[in-house]
């Protein structure tokens, strides 16, 4: 045998036969979701960021005031929403649109 052993499929998308793992390597990144700020920064896990707007918190009873800093957001998988811990607040999930990466 010459060369690799690599499995080749066919990718419909380009009509042409690629190696197995170059299709699941492009399958993963479609899958990943990207995630970006008023401003258009684009946010990872762990990122700080600050409120571009007052928000009112339902069910908290709280407003969250505009310049608030928001430390280590977790990414949910949609483009809009992120995951944060806010004092007093459990389970806080924002959207994207109104905060900007410190």
């Known amino acids: 045998m010459s060369g690799s052993d690599e499995d080749y499929v066919f ?12 299709l699941a390597d492009a399958a993963d990144a479609a ?6 700020d008023a401003v258009g920064n684009l946010l990872a896990d762990g990122d700080q960021v600050t409120l571009i ?21 977790r990414l949910t998988g949609d483009a809009q929403e992120i995951d944060c811990r806010h004092d007093g607040i459990k ?5 994207a649109e109104f905060v900007k990466k410190r």
């Open 31 to 36: 899958d990943r979701v990207e995630v970006r």
């Open 11 to 22: 990718d419909e998308a380009s009509g042409e036969w690629v190696p197995a793992s170059q």
């Open 53 to 73: 707007k007052d928000l009112v918190v339902k069910g908290a009873g709280q407003t969250l005031k505009r310049g608030t800093l928001i430390k280590s957001i």
């Open 91 to 95: 389970g806080l999930v924002l959207r």
